[in-house]
């Protein structure tokens, strides 16, 4: 596991702040943001099926409830192993464990090699892993950010982010193109920006 350690010094929060000067103050109102990346690639993607569609507290309690159930870390033979009643009985939708079955048969198929993503690009990431039934865009971005450690990478189909922008920008009105339009003053950096953008949100969210 990778630890990012993003401060007002750190040279990509600083260019951040230099190309869009509204997320100065905020980034001087925040001592830091830590991130840790990769770990376990397989409960990664496990846990961001999970989180599709639910809030963050419900989708902590279903991934703890799940790796509980098989008390070690749990493998995609784990998954294919355990019935579809075993897997409602903690919580699961039908439709998420169709999905974590489909993740768990693609990795032990061989159609996805964790190792492999590794050395492809941000979109080739993409196009592997939406070919897997229940894994969207959303999801892939995820993955890029939180397990591979991309730095630029912004999901306008996130929620959390979509406001956040609005609110930093005081337009509620900004169009599905528009928040594209701005996260692009971030590049190289737009996953740095997700990081304050969220933290922000989570925390302070209602005062922006």
């Not at 989708?59 to 294919?80: C, E, I, K, Q, Y």
């Not at 070919?131 to 995820?142: L, P, S």
């Amino acid at each position: 596991m990778k630890t990012y350690l993003y401060h007002p010094g750190s040279e990509a929060v600083k260019t951040l702040a230099i190309k869009d000067p509204l997320f100065g103050p905020l980034i001087a109102s925040i001592p830091s943001i830590r991130v840790d990346i990769g770990g376990n690639d397989f409960l990664s993607l496990v846990n961001t099926i999970i989180a599709q569609q639910v809030s963050s507290t419900v989708a902590a309690v279903l991934s703890r409830r799940l790796n509980d159930a098989f008390g070690h870390p749990m493998t995609p033979d784990d998954l294919l192993a355990s019935s579809g009643d075993d897997l409602r009985a903690l919580g699961l939708s039908r439709q998420k464990v169709t999905y974590l079955k489909s993740l768990s048969e693609a990795i032990t198929g061989g159609t996805i090699d964790f190792s492999r993503l590794r050395d492809l690009g941000d979109e080739d990431v993409i196009n592997q892993l939406t070919t897997i039934k229940g894994i969207g865009r959303w999801t892939a971005e995820m993955f890029l950010i939180f397990s591979l450690g991309r730095e630029d990478v912004f999901s306008v189909s996130d929620l959390g982010l979509r406001n956040a922008v609005k609110k930093l920008y005081q337009n509620d009105a900004l169009s599905h193109s528009q928040l594209i339009e701005i996260s692009d003053k971030w590049r190289p950096y737009r996953s740095v920006a997700s990081h304050y953008l969220w933290h922000i949100w989570d925390n302070q969210g209602k005062s922006l």
